[in-house]
């Protein structure tokens, strides 16, 4: 089992920037990866960023390219995703998961094994 926890969500006004933390525990050595997946009201949850542990290699949505990045410390096996030039429409509840392989399927929440409870990130117009 692995358990994973987001951290640093908030109210911030439109332009500005907000980092998210992702701690996972338990028995990581089974994940291959870690991404963040975002959520609002009535609409599936949707893809945002990925990182792999091997490499650091990523994978962003279009939305975000350019303004958020995605970074991993595998030795505090935290994840976090630096969230710049914040728009309202970024607003949503992210949430962080481990996912137990690597590829273009990163993008897909059907890939993602372990889930946090969410954080919310509102931003304001």
């Known amino acids: 089992q692995v358990r994973v926890v987001e951290s640093g969500g908030g109210l911030v006004q439109a332009g500005g920037s907000m980092r998210l933390s992702c701690a996972a525990s338990?028995?990581?050595?089974?994940?291959?990866?870690m991404g963040w997946f975002r959520q609002t009201p009535g609409k599936e949850r949707e893809f945002v960023a990925a990182?792999?542990?091997?490499?650091?290699?990523?994978y962003y949505a279009d939305s975000v390219k350019g303004r958020f990045t995605i970074s991993g410390d595998n030795a505090k096996i935290t994840v976090y995703l630096q969230m710049n030039s914040l728009k309202p429409e970024d607003t949503a509840v992210y949430y962080c998961a481990a996912a137990p392989s690597w590829g273009p399927q990163i993008r897909s929440r059907h890939t993602y094994k372990y889930w946090g409870q969410g954080t919310q990130v509102t931003v304001s117009s």
């Open positions: 338990g028995r990581t050595f089974s994940t291959y990866a």
């Open positions: 990182v792999s542990w091997s490499d650091g290699s990523t």
